[in-house]
């Protein structure tokens, strides 16, 4: 054993008990090597203490990354809000959603042209057409917008007019288009996989930032369990954690997290009070007519609400809400 | 079908589409129909429409329950806080602990006398003599007590020191036992078992309640899922849900909720931004020295910390921390 | 950190890397001393390198533990099979189940007598009067009889009539009940609860055994996951694993690891392939009028098309399938 | 309620019970109509009775889907054995793993050119070279090969060397891979996402199928669970599952399934005992040297048992085992 890892380049050093013998090891080790130890005969298991991930780690930068969009800082001192619909589906529906979360003082408007739909049969997005749409909407609005792109060859497309691309929760380990996107010069907002663990999105974060992109900002939205009430458990506790972990901000996406409307607010606030950069809540003129997630989305009175209650919160933990782009529109 | 559903005194509705037919059975149906239907040729699937807890749902009663535990009302106003550790491991320990927290404003003195360990090797407690330990610390303090108990013959004995029988995640669907504190006359503290669905939650509620006893508090402490980095993943929206579904308090534990100390005060927070009428922290005076979950332990100082932190949250959503049981100590 | 190991009559081993230092610690350690550990400051990450169960492992005894039940040895060459009702409804009920599953070829009769039920209104079994219907039953047809005892104060009533005492899903962490079957003379079979890990299951059988009684059976009856096509998802991977860390028999119970009578068979094979010792099905003469369970409920029909496809499979992998009790009724 | 169900087409049928009423919907209802009445004020569940999939469905085609690859027929009579190493490292490691194999008795190579790795700095495949080798290894052993595409613009590249597609199970909802292969001529292997449900798996196919290409296999490799002993848990009720919902073969995949190398003869055998139509297994000339996934290989020696043992199983169960591709080599 020692053999083989000095093969490696690697030392070992032994600690003998009665039953079994600890090997501790040191060195360059690199990933493959954790397999390479388990497979070994007499080998009953391995235990990997260095973090596997370094460039969005805390001890790589002990300081904050903040992430400058138009006139909105993401991870800085003030809570971001992203709100809109999840699809775009006329320029009458986003256009009414950008105004009225613009004036409940959202600051980054979001909104889907490409949607990812477990069912071929389901709707699949406007396409460029929505992309367009979401244009025109800053350019009355002043909010800069965030959209999902789902593949490496929509990048260029899409990031000719999205101020953030978003990479989905299914798309957390399409390691060719976080490759894509980390040779992008725009922001990315990275969803937390559906069964993801902490580690491993960090790790994906990792593709990004090793490509040269260091505007990596890290998004919540709920892990697949066994509960049913839920379309997916929001795990709030990520929040610090990524915080501890990491020098990259950290949102929070309640609608996903829940798929409730009722459950946004709550869930909004505590995101907060745990700790978030920011929140991101769907917003439809007109829940049970949407074409996607209705039953998540909230109403513009429930976001004004919402917005309403969010300002006491963010006070409470030492943060505050921003007052939003400033930009007149015409 | 329609037949088999008269032989049982329901009434079937048919919708009958092209591929299949949906019959709706209205009656007063019971719990078992479900699985005798599902067992008839033919059938596809069986769906339950009506809810299947009645004491606990906010159907059966609208207005909150408040459960009043000497000076300390659970379920009104005010965010409650119980604090203490994990076990009662000596009188030094726990009058310590008792003394720390009731300086720092907890409302009521948590410990264990009788501990479920997951090993038999491991220690499960002092027993009786930790409940008098308990019960001294009470005494000098004024803090009302809450321990668990394990099983039915030990409720007597529990009960004669306890303010509060707390029922714990591996006893959730401990039946017996259920039943036999809900002829009890105390408060019960109902944990969530570790990957019980909140309608299990409830229905075990549903036991105590239907027993007679009406004092029931349900606890989120955390699920189990796939996620390493924390020992549980705290299910913060359960909060809301039981306040929606049910007119019980909710109390959220973020010590057995994440296993770590650093993250019990972002966590506690959270779960009051959510809407939980209190909070549960382990706090120990020596957490590395601790016997049972010294990891997820606050120390003196840090508990210190949390309750400065608590008040600006529970106002933000329009709560207060009360000042804690005002009896003079002797 | 060593000083603190030397505190606790331990030794410590140094491997000093450039960004950690891993300590290799051995000794004769308790349980309670990761927690302790991982409470330390400058700890970042204890790992537990030796099991924490002892009598229940191969290592403590290398040769498979034979529980013999009447003439039928369970651990051995043979396959056995368990089958009956999920609950006894009425002496009619269980006695034709009885004739129909020894006639096919079972070798224990399986009824509840006390049901563990989510909801309080729901059927709870027929208690005593159950017992001695399975009693009878036995008495007809020879075959041992198997039924799961709730509480610590129904064991002695339980065991007077049963051969081996059943501890269910939701009492796998039910300590007091453990501590007390494990005083019992009876064999008993533990089934794994339904979050929990291998090696707590093997912990809680260590509870039984450190009390003295060595005749445990494990069995795997499906775990909780996301999945809701079934019931639980049947971990068949557990049934060698268990093979490998234990001597301990192990049963595959297919009727709860799925929920649907039409996966039984599918995965009572599987079972038997992956090396199980045996295989628990539930049977009812008429699953669409079962009072619980029906809908994964074998017919007696089905149940015979199952003994049929049975000893192949066992002859495939080594094993056979007994001819089951011989003792002739009177 | 009945009006918003007649301006999208639908008719309604009431059950009115005392406290709820049931509508039963029928007509050519559509993906988004679950969503959009959830979304409806006094709306409090919505529950479809529909299945979401059709092409795949047994309903659709009643008779088993059969696919040839070379000599090879996928979902017939016979079990086929897929076997080679997870990665292709060298040509030596590739073209000794497929002459052991051919020796042994599979049916088809597996390698990976293109590998999807957790972090970025781990081995990543040897690309269009380790596509050469595959070739040059089908070339001399006549055994068809499968191989991985990641993304869309690889497809021409892999298809040109391949006999069949893998889709890995990160991109099971990669839906623009699944657009792009549903439109190539070769036949698809799709693996289950690692937290999918088998409608979500299902509903995956049906995007291939959708475009026109109706060859798809389909592939369980193991769901994340809480248990940390195995890497992932193989959910062997998904076989016999997919066998009843649909007409398409599937595999079974204990290497990823278990990621322990002794785990994979009895889940291998269990999963044709539950009626698989194959299985995949890592097979490595030296795995303790393995660049990725070692401790899941098996080795020459250990695939030449698993061979031997598999026979009998798939006899037990009304199948056989080919006797594999009989080009003669040159």
């Known amino acids: 054993m020692l053999a083989r890892l000095a093969e490696l380049g690697l030392k070992g050093h032994l600690s003998e008990g009665v039953e079994r013998t600890i090997i501790g090891v040191v060195g360059s080790v690199f990933p493959e090597l954790q397999e390479m130890l388990e497979a070994m005969e007499g080998v009953d298991d391995v235990v990997r203490v260095s973090k596997p991930f370094k460039l969005s780690s805390r001890e790589f930068q002990p300081s904050d990354t903040t992430i400058q969009v138009g006139d909105v800082t993401i991870g800085g001192q003030e809570v971001v809000v992203m709100a809109g619909p999840c699809a775009v589906e006329s320029e009458q529906q986003l256009m009414a959603t950008a105004r009225a979360v613009k004036a409940a003082g959202a600051h980054i408007l979001r909104g889907g042209a490409f949607k990812p739909s477990t069912s071929p049969y389901t709707f699949r997005g406007m396409g460029e057409d929505g992309l367009k749409i979401m244009a025109a909407a800053r350019e009355e609005t002043g909010l800069p917008i965030i959209t999902e792109v789902m593949t490496p060859s929509d990048i260029e497309l899409v990031a000719r007019y999205a101020d953030i691309l978003q990479i989905g929760a299914r798309n957390m380990q399409n390691y060719m288009l976080l490759d894509e996107v980390g040779k992008s010069q725009k922001p990315v907002m990275l969803k937390r996989g559906m069964s993801a663990t902490i580690e491993e999105w960090l790790l994906s974060a990792e593709y990004i930032l090793s490509q040269g992109n260091r505007q990596v900002i890290m998004c919540e939205r709920g892990i697949r369990t066994y509960e049913t009430y839920t379309r997916n458990t929001m795990d709030i506790s990520a929040i610090p954690i990524i915080k501890r972990l990491s020098h990259l901000p950290v949102i929070g996406d309640p609608s996903h997290g ?73």
Chains 1, 2, 3, 4 share one sequence.
């Open 258 to 330: 829940t798929g409730k409307w009722y459950l946004v607010a709550p869930l909004a606030l505590a995101s907060v009070a745990a700790g978030a950069d920011g929140i991101m809540v769907e917003v439809h003129p007109n829940p049970d007519h949407a074409l996607k997630d209705g039953a998540q989305s909230l109403t513009f009175e429930n976001f004004r609400q919402l917005m309403a209650q969010l300002p006491p919160v963010a006070a409470s933990v030492g943060r505050r809400v921003g007052t939003g782009p400033q930009r007149v529109s015409v």
